[in-house]
């Protein structure tokens, strides 16, 4: 059984949250599940009042592309998690998923103007791509060029304070054992979704990843921060952590090509 509290994703974009969703589909029942209004908080507490009592009460997860103040309509008790990118990996991925999704705000801009990752880092059309994990975690909202660190501070005081489990996509398994113990998950095999084909950091020239250190400076510290909580938690689990991930990512490479095969042979068979 999972947790009665209401567990609240904060879902950082291209940070491994699409895969991570479907593995919280898997956790608990669609009925239970309360996706918000991303980028409106507003329109987010009114369709959550607009539910009748009972079904308030039955909501144990809430889903969303949020910043930590957006849920404090939720009043009820709750155990936030998220998982964090590497901020160069981060922004580069933005950029090539932006640009051959049709239904993401910035596909147009892209590719009407047809703007390389050198451009489209130069301009930065959004404030997702300075800070933008920083942002959303310290839950202050400020233009570009506005952040400080008092939002740096602000963030790792709600991870340290708030979040139950905090988990890093370069180290996706890992993060699934932590979120598993600490949520009393069953085993959370997966599948990648929403997979990039972005060129690796090796890759993209020093210029752009300067440009991009430039712009996430407090996202680097912060990237840092987690990590070093990160790699405590794992030496504290101690040998359980190794054996009981090891298994999982045997099993979970077995379900994989399950899953695999039983596709392909449903597109055989059709």
């Not at 901020?87 to 910035?106: E, F, G, M, N």
């Not at 994990?133 to 506005?146: D, K, W």
């Not at 501070?153 to 370069?170: C, Q, R, S």
């Not at 790699?231 to 695999?260: C, H, I, P, W």
Request: aromatic content about 12%; proline content about 3%; charged content about 25%.
């Amino acid at each position: 059984m999972v947790e009665t509290d209401k567990v609240v994703f904060l879902h950082i974009p291209k940070a491994g949250g699409t895969t991570l969703r479907h593995i919280l589909l898997s956790q608990y029942e669609r009925k239970n599940i309360f996706y918000t209004v991303d980028g409106n908080p507003d329109q987010s507490e009114k369709k959550y009042l607009g539910l009748d009592e009972k079904s308030r009460n039955g909501i144990k997860l809430v889903i969303g592309h949020i910043g930590f103040s957006d849920v404090f309509f939720l009043n009820d008790k709750k155990k936030f998690i998220t998982m964090l990118r590497d901020p160069v990996a981060r922004v580069i991925s933005h950029y090539y998923y932006a640009k051959k999704s049709p239904d993401h705000y910035l596909y147009n801009h892209i590719n009407e103007k047809k703007l390389t990752l050198m451009e489209y880092v130069q301009e930065m059309p959004t404030i997702e791509l300075e800070n933008g994990q920083t942002r959303l975690i310290s839950g202050l909202n400020v233009p570009l060029g506005a952040c400080s660190n008092e939002m740096l501070e602000m963030a790792k005081k709600n991870l340290k304070m708030n979040f139950t489990a905090v988990g890093l996509m370069e180290r996706f398994d890992e993060s699934l054992i932590l979120y598993k113990r600490r949520l009393n998950w069953r085993n959370p095999y997966y599948i990648k979704a929403n997979v990039s084909k972005e060129k690796k950091n090796s890759t993209v020239s020093q210029e752009i990843i300067d440009i991009i250190l430039e712009n996430n400076q407090f996202d680097i510290a912060l990237y840092e921060f987690v990590k070093q909580n990160f790699d405590q938690e794992v030496r504290d689990a101690g040998f359980s952590m190794n054996m009981e991930l090891n298994t999982f990512k045997t099993m979970n490479f077995l379900y994989q090509k399950y899953s695999r095969a039983k596709k392909a042979a449903k597109y055989v068979f059709k």
